[in-house]
C-alpha cells in the first residue's frame, strides 16, 4: 500500500479554492464551518452520516474489567463514549478499487 499522506483541513480549503472559485479565505471558513457543526452535532450525542462517505456514531461502552499486561493485575475500566466511523459502501468500493 501507497502511503499518500494526510488530507488537512488546509487542504481541503485549496481543493474548494481551485474546483469551486472561492477566495483562499471564503475557503477556509467554509471548511472550518462545516467541521464546526459536525463537531456541535456529536457532542450533542447526535450522530453523523454524510451520504456516500460515511457515518460517525457515538457509542457508549459499560465499565469493564482490564488487565495490565505487564503485571497482569486487573483494573476496571470506566464507562466511556466511543466515536466510530463506518464508511459507506460506496467509500468502500472506491478504496479497494484504488488499492
Same mark, same amino acid.
Given at each position: 500500500m501507497v502511503? =499518500?499522506?494526510t488530507l488537512t483541513r488546509a487542504d481541503l480549503?485549496? =481543493?474548494l479554492h481551485r474546483d469551486v472559485g +472561492?477566495?483562499?479565505a471564503e475557503? =477556509?471558513?467554509l471548511v472550518e464551518r462545516l467541521l464546526g457543526h459536525m463537531c456541535?452535532? +456529536?457532542s450533542n450525542g447526535e450522530n453523523v452520516k454524510v451520504s456516500g462517505f460515511?457515518?460517525?456514531v457515538l457509542r457508549d461502552k459499560?465499565?469493564?474489567v482490564g488487565r495490565n499486561p505487564k503485571t497482569g493485575v486487573e483494573v476496571p475500566i470506566a464507562p466511556r463514549r466511543v466515536l466510530t466511523f463506518r464508511a459507506s459502501q460506496m467509500m468502500r468500493d472506491r478504496i479497494v478499487? =484504488?488499492?
Amino acid at each position: 500500500m501507497v502511503n =499518500a499522506g494526510t488530507l488537512t483541513r488546509a487542504d481541503l480549503a485549496e =481543493a474548494l479554492h481551485r474546483d469551486v472559485g +472561492l477566495s483562499r479565505a471564503e475557503s =477556509a471558513g467554509l471548511v472550518e464551518r462545516l467541521l464546526g457543526h459536525m463537531c456541535q452535532a +456529536l457532542s450533542n450525542g447526535e450522530n453523523v452520516k454524510v451520504s456516500g462517505f460515511g457515518s460517525f456514531v457515538l457509542r457508549d461502552k459499560g465499565e469493564r474489567v482490564g488487565r495490565n499486561p505487564k503485571t497482569g493485575v486487573e483494573v476496571p475500566i470506566a464507562p466511556r463514549r466511543v466515536l466510530t466511523f463506518r464508511a459507506s459502501q460506496m467509500m468502500r468500493d472506491r478504496i479497494v478499487k =484504488a488499492g
